[in-house]
Every structure is written in structure tokens, then in C-alpha cells.
């Protein structure tokens, strides 16, 4: 069964930084493109970020650019380094997994996802 869980999310004052990780198991996930999302309640997933296969191709959302870096670290592990947090950064992250690098930031094409990690910025 193939799973993906998220950690590092928590509680952290505006301005600093946190770092989310993403394990797989039961597969590798050397030839999937990786995404991270948010969501917060009665809202839309939201696209954040996304790193292709080789990682070699990564794309951000403007509001997180120059702030975030999603990095793939292994063929299972995959991490999204957040930076200069603000209060409208706080959400429920999520990161999921897709074959090939096209359309990466709708959620719909996605195949795989995590339970999810909070994220709360504080003002």
C-alpha cells in the first residue's frame, strides 16, 4: 500500500522558518513529479509548489516564491523549506505525488497524498 506522510509542521511567530518533510513508503517516488498544497477550512486546496522526477524542474506559487524551496531529498523523501512565514501562510499542508511533469498545479491530477500537517503563523 502506498502512503505518503507529512511532518515538521507546528506553531512559529511570523518571520521564521519551518521545514516540512514528505516519506513515502511502499514505493519509490524517483519518477513522480512532487507537489505540495495548503488548504485552509472552507477554502480550496490551494497549489504551493512542485518539483519534477529529476528535480531538475521546480515551480512555485507567486505568493510563497523567494520564501520557499522544495527540494526532493531521496527517491522516497521529498521536503518544502518555508522561510519569512506570515500569518496568511497557516494552513493544513499537504504533499502528493503525480506521473509526469504537466499540469502540476491542479490538484485533481495528483494520484498519491499525505493525512496533511498543520501550519500555524502567528502575527
Known amino acids: 500500500q502506498v502512503q505518503l506522510v507529512e511532518s515538521g509542521g507546528g506553531l512559529v511567530q511570523a518571520g521564521g522558518s519551518l521545514r516540512l518533510s514528505c516519506a513515502a513508503s511502499?514505493?519509490?517516488?524517483?519518477?513522480?513529479?512532487m507537489g505540495w498544497f495548503r488548504q485552509v477550512p472552507g477554502k480550496e486546496r490551494e497549489f504551493v509548489a512542485a518539483?519534477?522526477?529529476?528535480?531538475?524542474?521546480t515551480y512555485y506559487a507567486d505568493s510563497v516564491k523567494g520564501r520557499f524551496t522544495i527540494s526532493r531529498d531521496t527517491a522516497k523523501t521529498a521536503s518544502l523549506q518555508m522561510n519569512r512565514l506570515k500569518p496568511e501562510d497557516t494552513a493544513v499542508y499537504y504533499c502528493?505525488?503525480?506521473?509526469?511533469?504537466?499540469?502540476?498545479?491542479?490538484?485533481?491530477?495528483?494520484?498519491?497524498w499525505g493525512q496533511g500537517t498543520q501550519v500555524t503563523v502567528s502575527s
Open positions: 502528493a505525488a503525480k506521473r509526469f511533469w504537466s499540469s502540476y498545479t491542479n490538484p485533481h491530477g495528483y494520484n498519491y
Open positions: 511502499g514505493r519509490t517516488f524517483s519518477d513522480y513529479t
Open positions: 518539483i519534477s522526477w529529476s528535480g531538475g524542474s
